[in-house]
């Protein structure tokens, strides 16, 4: 999965730079469609594994309580980026079309700190104990009702 996210990241900053170097008059470079057609496939393969790992990664995590805030926004902005790339083909119009493209750039650059974010954070995280409901019940039910030394026993 991270060389596909690799291979994404590469193949649209090429694009994008191809593009955006490009004299307004002059012929696309050949790197342009290539670029693209190795993204979208790319694309093809994110949108497979992002998949899996929703019933076997994803909802584990949510139910055990697990770096919910990074992975919830990583979650957050792989969707973004499905439905903008969506929208690159098929939404029309030049003001709607300037919105999805700056929303995808924008994503799509910020997606290898944030995975950065919601793997250091989970690695982090992963090395404490996961406490069931029942464990974290019984475990604040003894917190709450210890006793308190006494003054006696103290040195």
């Known amino acids: 999965m991270y060389l596909i996210i690799a291979a994404l990241f590469a193949t649209g900053t090429l694009w994008l730079y ?6 307004d008059d002059a012929m696309p470079s050949p790197l342009e ?18 998949g899996t790992m929703l019933h076997g990664h994803m909802l584990h995590g949510w139910h055990n ?16 980026l499905a439905v903008t790339g969506y929208g690159l ?16 750039w924008i994503a799509g ?9 919601h793997i250091v954070t ?6 404490t104990p996961i406490l069931s409901r029942n464990d974290r019940r019984h475990e604040a039910h003894a917190t709450r009702h210890r006793s308190k030394p006494d003054a006696d026993t103290r040195p």
């Open 89 to 104: 083909y098929y939404f029309g119009g030049d003001a709607v079309r300037s919105v999805t493209e700056w929303g995808h």
């Open 122 to 127: 989970g690695r982090r995280r992963r090395q």
């Open 65 to 80: 309580r697990r770096n919910r805030l990074a992975g919830g926004v990583t979650a957050l902005v792989f969707g973004m």
């Open 33 to 50: 469609p290539w670029a693209m057609k190795l993204h979208g496939a790319a694309a093809m393969g994110i949108l497979y594994f992002a």
């Open 18 to 23: 191809v593009h955006m170097t490009r004299v």
């Open 109 to 117: 650059f910020g997606t290898p700190p944030l995975l950065f974010w």
